[in-house]
């Protein structure tokens, strides 16, 4: 039950991510969380309110500088899904 409730909050979140952005995010399973990773594009930082309430939902969150540009993450723990 609870793989299913994290399953369909990464699902929901990638796709507000989507449709803020104009791009399809990253999906990383990993053994505790599942990182949902968005390039920050023109279109998600005119929306960035709306993002950070995306963001918000993760256990953590945060915002990355890399060579190419920047990119915002959150992590939704395996065991609960939401935000502890």
Do not use: Y
């Amino acid at each position: 039950m609870a793989e299913d409730h994290q399953s369909d909050a990464v699902q929901d979140a990638a796709a507000q991510l989507e449709t803020l952005g104009g791009t399809k995010p990253r999906i990383l399973p990993g053994p505790r969380a599942t990182r949902i990773e968005a390039d920050v594009t023109p279109r998600l930082a005119d929306n960035w309110p709306q993002v950070l309430q995306v963001l918000n939902r993760g256990a953590h969150f945060g915002l990355t500088l890399t060579d190419t540009g920047q990119i915002a993450w959150l992590r939704i723990p395996r065991e609960t899904g939401t935000r502890p």
